[in-house]
């Protein structure tokens, strides 16, 4: 059922500038009511954006509740990215989720007011009508700092979102491409507990690759950290589909972790090929 700020809004306007699907007569778009439009700026808030990546449907696979958005970016520090979401991912997930690009501190999503579309779509049908509404869009500022993030968001609709230049990633040379990263702490001063499930971790991978005829050790790289034994292990799962690619993320992360629902994104990372710290491709 409609809230009734929207039902008076939509039986006021639809007449007056709805288009009559047999008529032809272009009509002007239907804008949000300004009550429901925020007119305060934050400060994060900018008139145009450029660099803007899109995250359509070809992009996006899911898996229950889950979901990966296979778009491999390099994450450069300091820096703000800004996403336009086409795909109907929930909002929540990029608020809550720790695996959608884990080195990002600070990016805008760019979401389609899709429930004011689609109430006005559906009122629109009700009265024989074709209308199409004014652009309107929710931007939020999400900050990840310290283990706490911080949400803000504004909507605009109309004149007020003036288009976006968008950009297809590069994929710079020398990159590997990471769908998973596992971090290991000293063996020794103090222990890091993850050392103790390195036994179990084997067996739950030679069990995957078995049960789900996929090959995820393939492409796997370890580079040494410390002079403790601290390491990390990269996953690049270059064989696999993106829906495979998802099988074995939410499975991985279930291993260790209560689970969840997640939104995973692989990033980009600098190959390191000589020096202490150099990466070695695993067997």
């Known amino acids: 059922m409609l809230k009734l700020e929207y039902k008076w809004y939509l039986l006021i306007i639809l007449p007056m500038m709805a288009l009559s699907c047999k008529s032809k007569i272009t009509a002007q778009q239907p804008s949000a009511p300004i009550a429901m439009v925020d007119t305060v700026k934050p400060d994060w808030y900018r008139e145009n954006y450029g660099q803007v990546v899109m995250i359509d449907d070809n992009l996006v696979v899911k898996k229950n509740d889950s979901y990966l958005i296979d778009l491999p970016l390099r994450i450069v520090p300091d820096s703000t990215y800004v996403f336009f979401l086409s795909a109907r991912i929930p909002v929540e997930l990029f608020k809550k989720s720790n695996e959608f690009y884990p080195d990002l501190q600070h990016f805008v999503l760019i979401v389609p007011d899709w429930k004011f579309y689609d109430e006005i779509a559906k009122e629109a049908s009700k009265q024989g009508m074709c209308i199409e509404p004014a652009t309107t869009n929710f931007y939020y500022s999400i900050k990840r700092e310290d283990g706490v993030v911080r949400v803000d968001s504004i909507r605009r609709s109309g004149d007020d979102n ?3 230049d968008f950009i297809k990633p590069a ?3 020398n990159m590997l491409t990471v769908y998973r990263k596992e971090t290991y702490g000293s063996v020794c001063c103090p222990r890091d507990p993850k050392w103790d499930m390195v036994d179990k971790d084997d067996s739950f991978l030679h069990d995957f690759e078995q049960t789900n005829h996929l090959k995820v050790t393939k492409g796997r790289y370890v580079q040494m950290e410390g002079k403790e034994g601290e390491k990390s292990i990269y996953y690049t799962l270059p064989e696999l589909a ?5 099988e074995f993320l939410v499975a991985k992360y279930a291993q260790t972790t209560p689970f969840v629902t997640q ?21």
């Open 242 to 246: 993106s829906a495979q690619r998802l």
């Open 162 to 164: 003036l288009g976006f």
């Open 263 to 283: 939104l995973f994104a692989p990033q980009m990372v600098p190959f390191v090929s000589e020096g202490f710290n150099k990466m070695k491709e695993l067997p």
């Open 171 to 173: 994929s710079p040379k």
